[in-house]
């Protein structure tokens, strides 16, 4: 049962995947991301992380990649990409030795076993979900115990970035009429 | 990989499964989509009757008694209707986007409890079973259900987008603008109710709320135990999401044609009225189990012949309300006038949001005064006062902010002279 959930959701992940990658219409791209989030949350399921799987949809799936779609939709840039020019130079060279160099590694991992590389053979050691407590019990407890202070700054920098973006944003005009940005590029 | 696959808290899925399960288990998700069907089209005809006596007039009165049969005459008519698909959309994802809707809507209800004897945890024998009155009980519970509302957010944009026309476009980025905000306000209601559970299970939430009441008579509903505030915040956001008028600018016909099913005929077209009248009555069913304790009431016959009838009791007290919320939603849409998309945007992130995370903050305080032995009086008055505070701060913030951006704009309006400026 567990090994053919595996299978295919394995083979969705992988189909959208590579449909990210391949597709020329950068919405269908993100629906193929779609696909393979929703593929990842699958996985979580069967690994008895109910928890994450609920929040792989509802963030990434439900708000990030709507995010994504919003940007695609309102810039108009959902038309077939000239895929010839290559924006940065040296580009595709480099791609496919970084992708080389993942594979390598990957490969290494599936191959020998996890500790070759990390010395760890699973994540979580002592607190993995095996005990009575549901996953999303255990995940707070360490979330607001042992790592309570990278919350608290985690939720200070994402505070700091809205408050960063909007200041961006917003067009305060001074007196002689300018808005703030264009003063920036100006004195720049 | 762990072998085993724990999908549900279901004391039937616990053991071993095998044909018996497998076919209950059928039997209850059938059961649930036919109701749901069945509830769609009575909630159709039940929605124009309605409205059509609140405006003075008839409502359908033609096919088969009281017009009841008239959704079915609509469905057949749409069915038989030519099937176009725009010239310059996109086909897959034109054809797929209904589907996109009407899915989540069906999935999102499967973790209702639609009965039970829930003096009794809700437990229901058959062939020899112990099982429960819903179609799973998955361990995020309530979760699947805000996955689903934003899962949903995927049909809206598409059929705008897949159109290939404006105003479909316009009416989809609408669309999805309101949903994704409002779903914020909806999740943190749902957090409060959460709360007072202590767990995520919408059944382990009606058992909370099958409890011992108040003085006797007044039930043990979390509308009570939460204070009625997440309630509110609840049916607004609710409401918003299903884009249900007052807020149905998605579709303001004066402005968008039709908004995002602009281009859609036919079946397809039917597909998105069934997802939209479908998430009418899951939001409903959602309500009540969080908020009214859905199938939890008193049994009053708990035999017939010899046959045990005490889950019975349940599914007449969830459909009850279920209809007094229904009707609440319509009686909402005769009423109110429709919102303006900057006093939508501003309602659900000005108000909803912060009153919403300012009342839950409110109930853990409490929650954690009851358990560190502290006076309740106090920690309610001293909470009150902190909410009291931050409201008056934030309502300063807005004025504020909106009163400099007011001047902002009226000194950009005297000194900018467009040829000026530029030169």
Known sequence: ?188 | MSGTLVLAADPMLAGDIGLVEVVLTLAKVVVAFAFLLVAVMLMIWFERKLLGGMHQRFGPTIAGPFGILQTLADGTKLFFKEDLVPDRSDRFVFKLAPYLSLIPAFLAFAIVPLGGDFNNAGQVEWWGRTTYLQVADPPIGILLFLAMSSVAVYGVMLAGWSSGSKYPLLGSVRASAQMVSYEAALGLAVASIVLVTGGLSTHDMVVAQAAEGYFGIIPRWNVIVTGLVPFIVFMIAGTAELNRPPFDLVEAEQELVGGFHTEYSSIRFALFFLAEFMNTITMSAIIVTLFFGGPAGPVLVSEVGGVGIAWAWGVVWFFLKLFVLLFCFVWMRATLPRFRYDQLMDLGWKALIPVALGWFLFLTALDVGREQGWSEAAVTVVSLLVFAGAALLLVRAVRSGRGIRDSEAARADEQSDPVEDRA
Not at chain 1, 32 to 38: A, G, K, R
Request: charged share 15%; no cysteine; hydrophobic share 60%.
């Open chain 1, 1 to 188: 049962m567990a090994e053919a959930v595996f299978v295919v959701s394995a083979v969705i992940i992988l189909v959208g995947a590579v449909g990210v990658v391949a597709s020329r219409n950068p919405v269908h791209a993100a629906l193929f991301l779609v696909q393979t989030l929703v593929g990842v949350a699958v996985l979580f399921v069967l690994n008895d992380a109910h928890f994450l799987a609920a929040v792989q949809v509802v963030v990434y799936a439900g708000a990030i990649v709507i995010l994504f779609l919003f940007v695609i939709m309102l810039l108009g840039v959902d038309k077939a990409e000239e895929l010839r020019i290559e924006p940065i130079f040296g580009q595709r060279p480099l791609a496919a030795v970084v992708g080389a160099a993942l594979v390598a590694v990957l490969g290494t991992v599936v191959i020998t076993g996890a500790d070759v590389l990390t010395g760890l053979r699973r994540a979580g050691g002592d607190r993995a979900l095996d005990g009575d407590a549901t996953d999303i019990e255990r995940m707070g407890r360490v979330l607001f115990s042992e790592f309570a202070f990278a919350v608290e700054i985690t939720a200070a920098l994402l505070t700091v970035a809205v408050v960063g973006a909007v200041i961006l944003t917003r067009r305060t005009s001074r007196s002689d009429g300018s808005t703030s940005a264009e003063t920036t590029v100006r004195e720049t």
